[in-house]
């Protein structure tokens, strides 16, 4: 299994951007499905983006198309999110996420993956 690390997380006013990062380590990554979920306090993991395998292909929730934007670089083993144009509700913990063994229709479910980071902290205030 990969091991995966977030960074760029903060504290930013409502209308600003961010841009997560997660590196990971181990072999055969560009195998792996990958996605960012969050999750507020109280509430459960919520899929934000991600990419099938290594199809090219981004999934975003409702709530991220149009200001968020996934990426990835299998060489550098890294996955990005850029996020523009944030709301006070973006406001949890980030995690990227990355699976072997997922199939396309539970991308969108965190049971589906195995890897995880330990999350990177966003709050976007008002």
């Known amino acids: 299994q990969v091991q995966l690390v977030e960074s760029g997380g903060g504290s930013v006013p409502a209308g600003d951007s961010l841009r997560l990062s997660c590196e990971a380590s181990?072999?055969?990554?560009?195998?792996?499905?990958v996605a960012w979920f969050r999750q507020s306090l109280g509430e459960e993991h919520e899929f934000v983006a991600g990419?099938?395998?290594?199809?090219?292909?981004?999934a975003y929730a409702d709530s991220a198309k149009g200001r968020f934007t996934m990426s990835r670089d299998n060489a550098k083993k890294m996955i990005y999110l850029q996020m523009n144009n944030l709301k006070p509700e973006d406001t949890a913990v980030y995690y990227c996420?990355?699976?072997?063994?997922?199939?396309?229709?539970?991308?969108?479910?965190?049971?589906?993956?195995?890897?995880w980071g330990r999350g990177t902290q966003v709050t976007v205030s008002s």
């Open positions: 996420a990355a699976s072997r063994t997922l199939i396309a229709s539970t991308q969108r479910l965190s049971s589906a993956y195995q890897s």
């Open positions: 181990g072999r055969d990554f560009n195998t792996y499905s």
């Open positions: 990419m099938f395998r290594n199809y090219g292909k981004y």
